[in-house]
């Protein structure tokens, strides 16, 4: 059984920039969730995916936007990146229809300078 | 989801049981108490969740007042590898997210 799994491991972005981050789910799981994580806090819920549509939402910018793909694979975008968008990136995946226990990959450490 | 309170930091010497609390006053009859724990820089990693009996895994115990408004994690023989930030977290199984707060702090020494 395959982990869930984040590209990249690190990134250094500027102000203004627009950034992608991968992940791929657990095998057989079909849901997909994002969490930033700024330093010394726990993590903060940004979006959901389950089937390829969102289902819920943090309290996060539009310029925050996510993908679920049919493999259940996921990506995170961030348009327009501002400074207090450093922070580590977590995604989890779960089988929503037994219940949402979720597993967490080891993160994206993003900097924006 | 109900909120919940836990100590900032603890101790425990390598070999002794550690034993997390959390408060979950507010918990409701549907709600599940979840226990991850991150180890610096990772992801978090699922420990236990229980509904209102004991549990038990290979990881740790989990117990829950008869009124469920409290729950200890149990780690019965602490290694320094179990050095960490443990959270407590109580959310329904459909529920889309996870709700962290800042988590116990568990520094095990020898």
């Known amino acids: 059984e395959t982990g869930v799994t984040q590209s990249p491991t690190h990134l250094i972005k500027t102000r203004g920039q627009q950034v992608t981050l991968r992940c791929s789910s657990q095998s057989g799981h079909n849901t997909v969730s994002w969490y930033q994580q700024a330093l010394g806090q726990g993590p903060q819920f940004i979006f959901q995916?389950?089937?390829?549509?969102?289902?819920g939402r943090g309290n996060f910018p539009p310029r925050f936007s996510g993908l679920q793909f049919p493999n259940y694979s996921s990506e995170l975008n961030v348009n327009a990146l501002e400074l207090d968008d450093s922070a580590l990136y977590l995604c989890a995946s779960s089988f929503r229809d037994y219940y949402n226990e979720q597993f967490f990959g080891p993160g994206t450490r993003l900097t924006v300078l | 989801d109900a909120k919940t309170t836990q100590p900032t930091s603890m101790d425990c010497a390598e070999g002794r049981a550690a034993n997390l609390p959390c408060n979950h006053s507010t918990i409701s009859g549907n709600e599940y108490v979840y226990w991850y724990r991150q180890i610096h820089s990772q992801g978090p990693q699922y420990i236990i969740h229980g509904l209102k009996n004991n549990e038990t895994n290979e990881m740790a115990s989990l117990i829950i007042t008869e009124d469920r408004k409290s729950s200890t994690l149990i780690l019965p023989h602490a290694t320094l590898r179990d050095t960490a930030v443990y959270y407590c977290?109580?959310?329904?199984?459909?529920?889309?997210?996870?709700?962290f707060g800042t988590g116990t702090r568990l520094q095990v020494t020898l």
């Open positions: 995916y389950y089937r390829e549509e969102e289902n």
């Open positions: 977290i109580v959310f329904t199984g459909t529920a889309s997210k996870l709700t």
